[in-house]
C-alpha cells in the first residue's frame, strides 16, 4: 500500500526538524516521515536499529522530548572478530568510538538518549523491554532486515509502530522483504511516497487512515 504525500501530511502531527543536526543517511522527508510516524503513537519509548553517528536518534529525540529513545549498533571490532563484515554493508559499521559519535554535541537531546553497542554475537534485544516505535535501519540483506524485523516484533508493544527505512531499488533486500510481508498479511505495510519508509498500519492509524478514506468517498457521493 502505499500513502500519499498529501495524505500523510494531513494525517500526522507536524514536526519541527533542527536543520544543524544533518543527516549521514536519512535526510528530507524521509527523516521527517519517522519523526511524525513516531509523534503520532505519542511513544514513551523508541528503539533504533542502528545508530551509526546518532543522526536519526538525535532527530527522534528532537521530535519526542518525553520519550527515551534507546539506540544500538553493533561495533566494527565485534563485527570484525564474528566474521559480519562478509555481510550487508561492511563500510557502515563504525569502530566503537565513533557510534553515536554526533550525539555527545547535543547535550539537550543526549539525555534522553540511551546509546547502546552490541559486543558479542549473537545478540538479542528483548531484553531492552517493550517499546512504542522500532526503526529498523540496518543491514539491508533480506537475511539481516529479515532478522532485525523477528527483533523489532519481539519488543514492539500491541499498538507499537514499526518503521523500515530504505525501500527503494539501491536496497533489494528490503523491498523483497517488506513486498514478502505485504503478501503474507494482506499490504498492512505502506510506504510514504515519495519516500523510502515504509510502516506497518496498526489499529490506531488504521483507524486514522480510514477516516480519511471514508471522509473522502463520503465528501464525493454526499451533496
Ligand atoms: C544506514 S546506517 C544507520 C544510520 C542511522 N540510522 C542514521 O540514520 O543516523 C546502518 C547501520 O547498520 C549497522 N549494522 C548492523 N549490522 C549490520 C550488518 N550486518 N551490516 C551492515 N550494517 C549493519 C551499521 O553498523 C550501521 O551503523
Known sequence: ???????????????????EIGSAF???????VVMRLAKSVHPKRVLEMYTNRGHTALHLAS???????VTLDISREAAESYGLLANGQPNEILPEK?????????????????LR???????????????????????HDFEG??????????????????IWDDYWPVCPGVMKLIDFLNGKIGSRIARVDPTRICF???????AVIMGSVLRNIKSCIIP
Not at 2 to 7: A, N, S
Open 200 to 206: 506497518l498500519i496498526t489499529r490506531p492509524y488504521e
Open 145 to 162: 532486515v529479515h532478522d532485525d524485523t523477528l527483533r523489532a516484533l519481539r519488543v514492539l508493544s500491541p499498538e507499537g509502530m514499526l
Open 117 to 139: 553497542v552490541i559486543k558479542t554475537l549473537p545478540y538479542s534485544v528483548s531484553l531492552l523491554g517493550k517499546f512504542d516505535v522500532v526503526f529498523i535501519d540496518g543491514n
Open 63 to 69: 521530535a519526542l522530548p518525553d520519550s527515551k529513545i
Open 26 to 32: 536519512t535526510g528530507g522527508k524521509d527523516i521527517e
Open 98 to 114: 565513533d557510534i553515536g559519535s554526533e550525539i555527545k554535541k547535543y547535550s539537550d537531546l543526549a539525555k534522553i538518549i540511551d
Open 1 to 19: 500500500m502505499i500513502v500519499r504525500w498529501e495524505d500523510f501530511d494531513a494525517l500526522t502531527p507536524s514536526v519541527k526538524i533542527r536543520e
